[in-house]
């Protein structure tokens, strides 16, 4: 039998290793980088200027293009560190830990501007900064639990035992998400129900197009910078090596 | 020795050890009822408002209490050691977490728990929200237990061990405080508190299920 993939020399873990994966990262940075640039130039041009003017809200809905991706965007990479971390946890593969851990710094990245824009459109639509609302509240633990993921991460020398405990948190972390924010929801809540759901939307067919193509956006801009961040990594850790030191000279 | 009396073993070990050391645990208590005297102080002593913040209040003190005293869960066995030994005991490292687990909140938990309604009392709560009280800080202490528990286990040994501790264990058990307070809450609000009762021993089935098992793990890593 023949089998074409062992005849190129490719298989799913040949990426796997720092090396192999180092120069693959840097040939799609700066593709990520451009497409993220071009949709996100796209998705303002049609979300500041094609849109029409909410008729609740008036113009100050727009923050929307900004909030909504980031917040999505803060939620789902915790889900991505969780599954590098059980990918680290079951096959040692030393890549995915580093993954998790370059993910983390964007997480927090997202979760932080998710906060911030969500007070910029708070504070004219309710007329307040902030709010202990159920998704401000559980998007502010989400914050705080990226920051314990790096914190815990950097204040550990040994880089095996830094991998194997960021792997063991963001698991116990992304059993713990769900149950952090039905508690926060079901403690106390104010925030406008989701305007996407899977029945449909309840928005302008090219507000949600503004929209996705800003998601997308921050989609690609997320994965080059992660990208950007484990190729560091990558250097830090095989610093002893040989691959690493012909490239550095 | 089997299983279940190496279990009994470790548990009655760590309890002597508690006991032989009575006054660290007397600490835990004092700074909880300290936290619980400043609250007044800060906010003032009006009946009206004590009794609308005291179910709050004291569930946040008995958290922080219980912060205070995890660090001390692995840091003496790992200082002299023993926790290595017991590692490579031939038993099942989770059941050697589980029974210092056990032995920390009988020595830790459990005291706050008694004497959160003399606390609840000097705030005006009616004796159904002091009964409320201490049953949802039975329930609701061990989740503090086992997540803070692989929380230590997981700053062993670290530089700003405790601080970081707490940074990673606060946003978990933010649930924990929501419906241990919530309970003594719905109380007062003429419910019966039993919906967050209930939330609060799944958590802690499922914490207790699982927290020995990852906090073991993590042991390993700081021993290696």
């Known amino acids: 039998m023949d089998t074409p993939k062992n005849k190129s020399g490719w298989h799913l873990f040949h990426y796997a290793a720092p090396s192999t994966f180092y120069p693959l990262a840097g040939k799609a940075i700066p593709w990520l980088m451009a497409l993220a640039l071009a949709l996100a130039v796209i998705g303002l041009w049609i979300g500041m200027g094609v849109a029409p003017t909410d008729a609740q809200q008036g113009d100050g809905y727009r923050i929307i293009y900004l909030h909504v991706p980031t917040s999505w965007m803060a939620m789902f990479i915790y889900i991505v560190m969780a599954f590098w971390s059980v990918i680290h946890l079951v096959w040692k593969t030393r890549l995915s830990a580093l993954m998790a851990q370059a993910l983390a710094p964007t997480g927090a990245w997202m979760a932080l501007m998710s906060l911030i824009t969500g007070a910029l459109w708070g504070k004219p639509m309710w007329g307040t900064w902030w709010v202990w609302d159920a998704r401000l509240t559980s998007m502010l633990l989400l914050f705080f639990l990226y920051l314990g993921f790096i914190a815990l991460t950097r204040s550990i020398d040994d880089p095996d035992r830094a991998d194997q405990a960021g792997s063991l948190l963001a698991i116990v972390g992304v059993f713990n998400v769900p149950v952090i924010y039905f508690s926060v929801y079901w403690w106390n809540t104010l925030h406008q129900g989701a305007s996407v759901s899977s029945r449909g939307s309840s928005m302008a067919s090219i507000m949600l197009l503004a929209m996705l193509l800003m998601s997308l956006a921050a989609w690609m801009y997320s994965i080059a910078m992660t990208l950007k961040r484990v190729r560091v990594l990558i250097l830090q850790r095989e610093a002893g090596t040989r691959w690493v030191q012909e490239l550095m000279r | ?224």
């Open chain 2, 1 to 224: 020795m089997g299983v279940l009396s190496f279990f009994a073993s470790m548990l009655a070990r760590d309890v002597l050890l508690a006991w032989r050391q009575r006054g660290d645990v007397l600490l835990g208590l004092m700074f909880f009822m300290l936290v619980a005297t400043l609250f007044p102080l800060a906010v003032g002593p009006e009946p009206n408002g004590l009794l609308r913040i005291g179910p709050g209040v004291l569930w946040v003190a008995a958290l922080l209490a219980n912060l205070l005293a995890l660090p001390r869960l692995f840091h003496g066995d790992w200082i002299d050691g023993s926790l290595e030994q017991l590692l490579l005991a031939p038993y099942p490292p989770s059941m050697m977490v589980a029974a210092k687990f056990a032995a920390h909140w009988l020595v830790t938990s459990l005291p706050l728990a008694l004497a959160a309604p003399l606390l609840a009392i000097q705030y005006g709560l009616p004796p159904e929200q002091c009964l409320m009280l201490v049953a949802s800080l039975l329930l609701g202490t061990p989740i503090i237990t086992a997540l803070g528990g692989i929380g230590a286990a997981l700053t062993l040994g670290l530089r700003q061990g405790e601080v970081l501790l707490a940074l990673l264990v606060l946003p978990l058990l933010a649930p924990v405080l929501i419906f241990g307070s919530g309970a003594v809450s719905a109380v007062a609000a003429g419910q019966s508190g039993m919906a967050e009762l209930s939330l609060l021993a799944a958590m802690a089935c499922a914490s207790v299920f699982f927290a020995p098992w990852l906090a073991a793990k993590a042991l390993r890593l700081a021993i290696e």
